[in-house]
């Protein structure tokens, strides 16, 4: 069974940073593009960064480019969120989602409801991150 669980969330000042955790299990960590989402309330889910083993996606939001980086660490079966700089419009609930088989180079679209089209085939239960000073 695919199992995705996020950690790391909280309360940070503007100008902050924070670091997401996604531990992944039931997947081989290298076939798998695993992305990194966040919703704000009332909004649309967002995607911001992927990666598959250990490449990174040249797919990135426009709103984090230089402030947010993603990482892995197959030993740990782990991607990592790097924020920095966070501003208040940062804030919202942060996922980590995999699927087999999206386009890599534009992976952050597959934000959508899951068993839509645009969506990845498996997410995890969300990590609150607030912003505010």
């Known amino acids: 069974e695919v199992q995705l669980v996020e950690s790391g969330g909280g309360l940070v000042p503007p100008g902050g940073s924070l670091r997401l955790s996604c531990i992944v299990s039931?997947?081989?960590?290298?076939?798998?593009?695993i992305g990194w989402f966040r919703q704000a309330p009332g909004k649309e889910r967002e995607g911001t960064l992927c990666?598959?083993?250990?490449?990174?996606?040249?797919d990135v939001a426009d709103s984090v480019k230089g402030r947010f980086f993603i990482s892995s660490d197959s030993a740990k079966n782990t991607v990592y969120l790097q924020m920095n700089s966070l501003k208040p419009e940062d804030s919202g609930v942060y996922y980590c989602?995999?699927?087999?088989?999206?386009?890599?180079?534009?992976?952050?679209?597959?934000?959508?409801?899951?068993?839509?089209?645009?969506?990845?085939?498996?997410w995890g239960q969300g990590t609150q991150v607030t912003v505010s000073s």
């Open positions: 989602a995999a699927d087999r088989r999206v386009n890599f180079r534009s992976c952050t679209l597959y934000g959508g409801s899951p068993g839509t089209l645009y969506s990845m085939d498996h």
């Open positions: 039931g997947f081989s960590f290298d076939d798998y593009v």
């Open positions: 990666i598959r083993g250990s490449t990174v996606s040249s």
